[in-house]
């Protein structure tokens, strides 16, 4: 139900739009998000907001660099995402909550019922 992609090879310092496409229901009451996993490491926030709009929320070490948006009208979410760092490496996963998610819960991976497939992004120095 949720379609992930955009991923790619990279130079640091360059950029990537990544797009999630969302079919078969709606979110409009949901949490959307970007989660990512590098090799070996445990998959962490990335950016989120509300399908509804308002507040969009971010890890610490992609503010300024990263933002997310949505198309209502695409059913889409998307990460644009600039001044990329090879840190930054890592595949990267859209989800959904299954509505009313709180803002503290927001960040956590296990908060969230549905996953796209993930696209990788890789960073070179």
């Known amino acids: 139900q949720l379609q992930a992609s955009g991923g790619g090879l990279v130079q640091a310092g360059g950029s990537l739009r990544l797009s999630c496409v969302a079919s078969?229901?709606?979110?409009?009451?949901?949490?959307m998000s970007w989660f990512r996993q590098a090799p070996g490491k445990e998959r962490e926030f990335v950016a989120a907001m509300r399908w509804s709009g308002g507040s969009a929320f971010y890890r610490d070490s992609v503010k300024g660099r990263f933002t997310i948006s949505r198309d209502s009208a695409k059913n889409a979410v998307y990460l644009q995402m600039n001044s990329l760092k090879p840190e930054d490496t890592a595949v990267y996963y859209c989800?959904?909550?299954?509505?009313?998610?709180?803002?503290?819960?927001?960040?956590?991976?296990?908060?969230?019922?549905?996953w796209g497939q993930g696209t990788l992004v890789t960073v070179s120095s």
């Open positions: 989800a959904a909550d299954g509505g009313g998610l709180i803002q503290s819960s927001i960040p956590i991976a296990s908060r969230y019922e549905y």
């Open positions: 078969g229901r709606t979110f409009n009451r949901n949490a």
